[in-house]
């Protein structure tokens, strides 16, 4: 069987989020250091699976203050859980170009079951010769979940931080030399 393995080219790729402030606006932040693998057999993409790793610390809102806290215990708890982390347990093919990724994501140390729906952008071959191809997924997670719990109440109603957390990931990956598997 012949197996498809293609590195996530992280400098060209994005993991992006986004969560309600004081009810009214959102914040919206990335993580910076991170590194994945998307392997599919006999280049299957129905039967690929994903490994992601990343590097909680690398968290990025714009804001040194608002990211120390992010990483405090508060919220990530960098120093004792450095790494958030999504490996796929199933995928469903939705048509042509669209995927849903069902997947471990682990955050805090606490995993629980997520679902990205994917969509192929397409493949083209770069200027020095590799193989690369795009893909967007999009899932929202419920923080609490996931132990991230801190908050504070305010006098009008509502909390300063809001539950949900939507995630926007854009992927661009390069195709590694196949392996011949028995």
């Given at each position: 069987m012949?197996?498809?393995?293609?590195?996530?080219?992280s400098s060209?790729s994005?993991?992006h989020?986004?969560?309600?402030?004081?009810?009214?606006?959102?914040?919206?932040?990335?993580?910076s250091?991170?590194?994945?693998t998307?392997?599919?057999p006999?280049?299957?993409?129905?039967r690929a699976?994903?490994?992601?790793v990343i590097?909680?610390?690398?968290?990025?809102?714009?804001v040194a203050d608002?990211d120390a806290?992010?990483?405090?215990?508060?919220f990530l708890?960098t120093?004792?859980?450095?790494?958030?982390?999504?490996?796929?347990?199933?995928?469903?093919?939705?048509?042509k170009?669209?995927?849903?990724?069902?997947g471990?994501?682990?955050?805090?140390?606490v995993?629980?079951?997520?679902?990205?729906?994917?969509e192929r952008?397409g493949?083209v071959k770069?200027?020095?010769?590799?193989?690369?191809?795009a893909?967007?997924?999009?899932t929202?997670?419920?923080?609490?979940?996931?132990?991230?719990?801190?908050n504070?109440?305010?006098e009008?109603?509502?909390?300063?931080?809001?539950d949900?957390i939507?995630?926007?990931i854009e992927?661009?990956?390069v195709?590694?030399v196949?392996?011949?598997?028995?």
């Amino acid at each position: 069987m012949n197996t498809e393995r293609w590195e996530i080219d992280s400098s060209h790729s994005g993991i992006h989020f986004s969560v309600r402030h004081l009810v009214i606006a959102k914040v919206r932040g990335q993580f910076s250091r991170w590194a994945g693998t998307l392997v599919a057999p006999e280049g299957d993409l129905s039967r690929a699976s994903v490994d992601v790793v990343i590097d909680a610390a690398s968290i990025d809102t714009g804001v040194a203050d608002r990211d120390a806290h992010l990483e405090s215990a508060d919220f990530l708890d960098t120093a004792n859980f450095p790494e958030l982390t999504f490996k796929t347990t199933a995928v469903e093919s939705v048509s042509k170009d669209r995927l849903r990724l069902r997947g471990a994501l682990t955050i805090k140390g606490v995993t629980r079951d997520a679902v990205l729906d994917v969509e192929r952008l397409g493949a083209v071959k770069d200027p020095w010769g590799n193989e690369r191809a795009a893909f967007t997924a999009k899932t929202s997670i419920d923080r609490k979940d996931f132990g991230l719990t801190w908050n504070q109440a305010l006098e009008t109603g509502g909390f300063v931080v809001g539950d949900r957390i939507d995630i926007e990931i854009e992927i661009e990956a390069v195709k590694q030399v196949a392996a011949e598997v028995a």
